[in-house]
Nanobody
Framework: VQLQASGGGLVQAGGSLRLSCAASSRIYSSAVMAWFRQAPGKEREFVAAISRLGGNTNYGDSVKGRFTVSRDVAKKLAYLQMNNLKPEDTAVYYC???????????????WGQGTQVTVSS
């Protein structure tokens, strides 16, 4: 498995969750790490991206100010800290990796299997 996301679950509105994405050494050392999400019947939506060394981050408009992306180089992990969750954040969350730094999902070469986040009202 080259990318594996974890940490999803059920949380009440206003609560928090932290997602983790583990990457193989071959991918992690050269890759931008990103998070996307997909709700039923909707297109895959960009959530956040972090540059290879962590110096730059980018967020989708709907999560700015609530979500924080980070990475731990030593552990080869990427994180998505999600605060003040809303019911509309309910989706399957995917981590992605590649050399592209941006919001277009088709430009990421590697994908994890997804983890479900459900926010109840």
């Amino acid at each position: 498995v080259q990318l594996q996301a974890s940490g999803g679950g059920l949380v009440q509105a206003g609560g928090s969750l932290r997602l983790s994405c583990a990457a193989s050494s071959r991918i992690y050392s050269s890759a931008v790490m990103a998070w996307f999400r997909q709700a039923p019947g909707k297109e895959r939506e960009f959530v956040a991206a972090i540059s290879r060394l962590g110096g730059n981050t980018n967020y989708g408009d709907s999560v700015k100010g609530r979500f924080t992306v980070s990475r731990d180089v030593a552990k080869k992990l990427a994180y998505l800290q999600m605060n003040n969750l809303k019911p509309e954040d309910t989706a399957v969350y995917y981590c992605a990796a590649g050399t592209y730094y941006g919001s277009e999902p088709d430009k990421y070469a590697y994908w994890g299997q997804g983890t479900q986040v459900t926010v109840s009202s």
